[in-house]
Nanobody, 118 residues
């Protein structure tokens, strides 16, 4: 599975951005796609995830401001980010995890940079 993240950029606080993760290659029936953020000098942290069933989960810091969605026809997962804050700054990575055989496997995209100015 290859993942291509796009949509990052520079935005003022209070603004919006939409990230997109395009998957190519084989996908699996039991899978979940998520977005993670890595701020400068910090560890990568969970932002949002969406299961194949449509169930979504968000970190407390983005709940109510971000929305994750999936388009099976296009094989993409989008992250709509509204009311952005400077603390949302970082490289956003797309993650795809699936049951392959009997085990979970995961794949990462290359990341897209989001910078929120105050």
């Amino acid at each position: 599975v290859q993942l291509q993240a796009s949509g990052g950029g520079l935005v003022q606080a209070g603004g919006s951005l939409k990230l997109s993760c395009a998957a190519s290659g084989r996908t699996f029936r039991r899978d979940v796609v998520g977005w993670f953020r890595q701020a400068p000098g910090k560890e990568r942290v969970f932002v949002a995830t969406i299961w194949r069933s449509g169930k979504t989960y968000y970190s407390d810091s983005v709940k109510g401001r971000f929305a994750i969605s999936r388009d099976f026809a296009k094989n993409t997962v989008d992250l709509q980010m509204n009311n952005l804050k400077p603390e949302d700054t970082g490289i956003y990575y797309c993650n795809y995890a699936a049951v392959v055989g009997l085990n979970w496997s995961e794949f990462w995209g290359q990341g897209t940079l989001v910078t929120v100015s105050s």
